[in-house]
């Protein structure tokens, strides 16, 4: 048929036939995926009525019949959530004690953190910008909330609540993926002095849990350092983090480097390529890529186990949320504060773990 | 007939893999555009010495020379020689995270230092030489293993170099991908580059090359002419290994 009379053609309306055909996928794919047969059947009518059960109770208690403002515990009733405390307290959860009027820094921290994504999730971005990115992150977050330059100074006993586990996290998770690439670079290396310390050094750390170090660094370290010198407290805890999570990443990386050909080593050496520039281009890459699904394994647990500094006495989110709750206004109401840490760290671990679902299915894309 | 100097010369190398006597006293000289195939029995340390020139393997014992460069634990010479000499392996070995392209820019760009534009350029040029330049955009793992292999000869060219070592470069290919590459190395040697390959293409052999070099228990047992060679072995281990190889 020519072109010109195409446009004659009667205009049929599209709306209804396109609402019965994703009708009638959704129909199909509900045959396929929840009533194929009988077993499939039995278990999707029991596990719906399971739903029906306890979704409706659920909601009323955390949306339809709770309190969300009014004044003081005799606003809350007894058998619905209260969320109260957590709208009066929401700036401590934030920021903890940071003073109000610096709490812009944790606001552009904030926004540094999450501007790391779009970063990390765009495929057009150069790599060595991310890199830059990375490694850039850790200082500017410590420059930024810490202070320096022509910023106050604050101390680390102003650090807490969400602020403090977002500071944690990310320097930890930040710096101690370089520092774990050299310690597994470290024990196979063919100097042996270099290759046993390594080697003592993970062997140690993983034998020793990460409490006792973050008690070691927050109590002991004191006694040792000779007089009148300290260590900043939050420094001491972030090192801790970092060499702590950096021997069990650099077990990691060094399964996934002896994973890789002998051959890539000496197709690179062969052009005249040198051992660093063999390791940053050729081996890394590989690696890392590799060792995605267990890295980021590692990566969300570093950041859950920041959650462990409330043992010396550093409040993150958590030991925030349950400081609020030992006032004797708000005593009992518990499970409100811990469902919004488990909303919380639900999110962010989410997203570091959809951050290691694209990275894969990005390498998924260049082997085939 | 002068001699030119030769563009590698081995002095009395030895090699041992502990107990293991890899390469015996090996002596060698090979003159520049020459052509030598090295062929021997599995085990006779045929790879362990070609890969002795660019030191992926070490030497225990003896000198290697190269373009006028003495091997030696000093990474500057080391360096010249691995630029001098370019290499060929049997698996490949191409990079599998990085595109076709880039494998080919990757020692231009990160061991030379030219801009992209200028290697991408270099690299084009030779990826047309092997026929494979449509392919420029994929993944090494996209490709066939003959054109992974031609991938690999075009990378080992883009740094120009002055030899060419081929270890086993047919030996991981299905047959009916053998002969595009062997096509490859011939045009190669007919531009006159020195070429040292271990195969196990007598055919290839017997058109290309100058020399021929049968080793066996890590000792060179006999160099001769391919024609004198193939017609008439001076050692009865090579007239045995002969038999076996062209039986079929």
């Known amino acids: 048929m020519p072109v010109h009379e195409i446009s004659n053609l009667p205009v049929t309306p599209r709306a209804p036939a396109a609402t019965d055909r994703s009708f009638a996928s959704l129909a199909q794919w509900m045959r396929r995926n929840l009533f194929q047969d009988i077993t499939s059947t039995l278990i999707t009518v029991f596990v719906g009525l399971i739903l029906l059960w306890q979704i409706p109770p659920a909601l009323d208690w955390l949306v339809f019949s709770a ?61 060595s910008l991310v890199l830059a990115y990375a490694a850039l992150l850790p200082v500017a977050l410590w420059l930024l909330l810490k202070g320096g330059g022509f910023l106050e100074v604050m ?74 010198m300290e260590i900043d407290r939050l420094l001491r805890i972030l090192a801790v983090m970092i060499f702590v999570s950096a021997a069990y990443k650099a077990e990691i990386l060094r399964g996934a480097i002896q994973a890789l050909p002998k051959g890539q080593f000496e197709a690179s050496y062969a052009m005249g390529c040198g051992y660093w520039k063999t390791i940053f281009f050729i081996i890394m890459p590989q690696a890392l890529r590799n060792s995605v699904p267990a890295l980021i394994n590692n990566f969300i647990g570093l950041f859950k186990e920041t959650t462990l500094v409330m043992i010396v006495g550093l409040l993150e989110l958590v030991g925030t949320i349950r400081a609020v709750f030992q006032y004797l206004e708000w005593i009992g109401l518990d499970v409100e504060g811990l469902i919004v840490v488990s909303f919380t760290f639900f999110v962010i671990c989410f997203s570091i773990a959809q951050y290691g679902a694209h990275l894969e299915r990005g390498i998924e894309a260049s082997r085939h | ?33 020459e052509k030598l195939v090295i062929c021997g029995p599995s085990g006779s340390g045929k790879s362990t010495l070609i890969r002795c020139i660019n030191n992926l393997e070490q030497h225990n014992d003896g000198d290697i020379n190269v373009d006028g460069v003495l091997l030696s634990e000093d990474l500057k010479d080391l360096e010249a020689i691995r630029l001098t000499v370019g290499m060929v392996f049997q698996q490949f070995n191409l990079f599998p995270h990085m595109t076709v392209l880039d494998n080919c820019t990757f020692g231009l760009r990160r061991v030379l230092g030219q801009s992209r534009a200028k290697a991408e350029k270099k690299a084009l040029d030779l990826l047309d030489r092997v026929q494979i330049a449509n392919q420029a955009q994929k993944f090494p793992g996209q490709l066939s293993g003959g054109q992974q292999q031609r991938v690999a000869i075009a990378r080992a060219l883009t740094m120009d170099p002055k030899v060419m ?17 062997l096509e490859v190395m011939k045009e190669l040697a007919n531009d006159g580059m020195t070429m040292l390959c271990v195969t196990h293409e007598m055919g290839f052999a017997r058109e290309v090359a100058d020399q021929i070099i049968f080793m066996e228990e890590g000792s060179v047992i006999e160099r001769n002419d391919p024609i004198s060679f193939f017609e008439n072995p001076r050692t009865d281990r090579a007239k045995k290994f002969l038999n076996q190889i062209l039986q079929h």
Not at chain 1, 195 to 210: D, T
């Open chain 2, 165 to 181: 070592l081929f270890d086993e470069p047919t030996s991981a290919l299905d047959p009916e991908m053998i002969s595009e590459v």
């Open chain 1, 155 to 228: 101390p680390s006993t102003v650090f807490g609540g969400l602020m403090l586990t977002f500071f944690l996290g990310t320097i930890a998770m930040c710096l101690s993926l370089p520092v774990s690439v050299l310690l597994a670079l470290g024990r196979q290396s063919k100097l042996p002095i270099i290759r046993w310390i390594c080697v003592i050094y993970i062997e140690f750390v993983r034998a020793v849990p990460l409490l006792t170090f973050l008690f070691m660094a927050s109590l002991m370290l004191q006694i040792f350092l000779p007089g009148g």
């Open chain 2, 1 to 33: 007939m002068t001699n030119p100097a030769p563009i590698i010369s081995m002095t009395a190398v030895n090699k041992w893999y502990g107990e293991y006597h890899a390469l015996r006293d090996i002596s060698l000289e090979v003159a520049p555009g």
């Open chain 1, 67 to 127: 309190v969300f403002s009014g004044e003081g515990r005799q606003a809350c009733t007894a058998d619905a959530a209260c969320w109260i405390p957590i709208f009066e307290y929401f700036n401590v959860f934030v920021y903890g004690p940071y003073p109000a009027e610096q709490e812009w820094r944790v606001n552009v921290a904030f926004l540094l953190g999450l501007l790391a994504f779009p970063l990390l999730f765009s495929r057009r971005m150069p790599r």
